[in-house]
T-cell receptor
Framework: DSGVTQTPKHLITATGQRVTLRCSPR?????VYWYQQSLDQGLQFLIQ???????AKGNILERFSAQQFPDLHSELNLSSLELGDSALYFC?????????????FGPGTRLTVT | GDSVTQMEGPVTLSEEAFLTINCTYT??????LFWYVQYPGEGLQLLLK?????DKGSNKGFEATYRKETTSFHLEKGSVQVSDSAVYFC????????????FGKGTMLLVSP
């Protein structure tokens, strides 16, 4: 158990809909990262927050957004969903944001868009 | 941009065989290097890391040495077990305040008794 929790575990929704994925980092971790894992794209970094502020942005679509709240939990919002958005979405957390920071991953949310 | 290349899988071995999974990287500056493992139906777990050239990361019998001259970070284990069957990901973070990870495509390891 990494100490990172994600809800829900599974999500099935239709094209065009909007969903919210939630992540609670390990106690004491200030950084939260979101990654998408799909068969064709592999594991891709989406976005990072550090202590409530956006820190880095990766291959995140404009239809996707995220935020980190004062209690440090984070939400990833996916809107106007398409079939290609079906994937595993992982949240990870780390204490800091330096290059050697160890990231601890949650169990993931499996999103299926039908 | 940064990239990580891993050997294609699956790698199929018998129990107690020697394991090598090759990983090479392209990055500017002095990245930190990681190996993560993903067991079926689970999230990624950090296996080991190295933050500078010639560092050796080790954990649970697995080892990898950060070779800057060959831009490589190959994963090795002297004697694999059935329980090592999983997908292994090599990753880097750029360093200099950047902690986001760039992953390789992953290598599936299958160990038979």
């Amino acid at each position: 158990d990494s100490g990172v929790t994600q809800t829900p575990k599974h999500l099935i929704t239709a094209t065009g809909q909007r969903v919210t994925l939630r992540c609670s980092p390990r106690s004491g971790d200030l950084s939260v990262y979101w990654y998408q894992q799909s068969l064709d794209q592999g594991l891709q970094f989406l976005i990072q927050y550090y202590n409530g502020e956006e820190r880095a942005k990766g291959n995140i679509l404009e239809r996707f957004s995220a935020q980190q709240f004062p209690d440090l939990h984070s939400e990833l919002n996916l809107s106007s969903l398409e079939l290609g958005d079906s994937a595993l979405y992982f949240c990870a957390s780390s204490v800091g944001s330096s290059g050697g920071s160890e990231q601890y991953f949650g169990p993931g949310t499996r999103l299926t868009v039908t | 941009g940064d990239s990580v290349t891993q050997m294609e899988g699956p790698v199929t071995l018998s129990e107690e065989a020697f394991l090598t999974i090759n990983c090479t990287y392209t990055a500017t500056g002095y990245p930190s290097l990681f190996w993560y493992v993903q067991y079926p139906g689970e999230g990624l777990q950090l296996l080991l890391k190295a933050t500078k050239a010639d560092d050796k990361g080790s954990n649970k019998g697995f080892e990898a040495t950060y070779r800057k001259e060959t831009t490589s970070f190959h994963l090795e284990k002297g004697s694999v077990q059935v329980s090592d069957s999983a997908v292994y990901f090599c990753a880097l973070s750029r360093g200099s305040g950047y902690s986001t990870l760039t992953f390789g495509k992953g290598t599936m390891l299958l160990v038979s008794p």
